[in-house]
């Protein structure tokens, strides 16, 4: 069994550069366990502060925790992130999503036609030159989405496809892994 390496240190509060460590403090107090993203951004004390500020403003936006969540798991399938697959369908199920919602999500569809018209666009905008066809930006506004909504949609698959490509490019391993294969040796 081959052992999950990030080709990126992943840092703690011990190892990170001070600049990142009271972030770092602040993720351990609220979540109890650091994931393995965060680690690797602690590598960068700018790079950590930018995410994290750009993800708390985000949480104060007009977007439903399952909204966000389908959003994330469409981004994670697209860019093929194993850690954000495996984070997302866990979140997004408590956000109250089943799994069909959870496997429909991961190809930029939902049953619901509200978010269904909004993944269709997001999908597009990830698709060719990046810019969705007019009529995927009426459909989203005439299901009842404001542009305040959709700025914040691609703000978060924005957000989301970043942490995407440091996991993909980063070789990061689903949270857990490393300390799954450490119990596994120890045996």
Known sequence: MKTPMSRFHIHDDLTAPEGSVPILRGALSTGG???????????SPAVLRAYARFRSELRHGTLEAATLERIALAVAEKHDSAPGIALHSRTGRAAGLGLDEVALARKFDSKDPREA??????REMFAGSGRPPMHLHEEAREEGWTDEQILEAIAF????????????????????STEDTRQLHAA
């Open 33 to 43: 366990q650091l994931p393995n993203f965060l680690g690797v951004l602690a590598g």
């Open 117 to 122: 018209a909004l993944l269709r666009y997001l």
């Open 157 to 176: 698959a924005s957000l989301e496809s970043f942490t995407a490509l440091v996991n993909v490019a980063g070789e990061v391993p689903v949270d857990g």
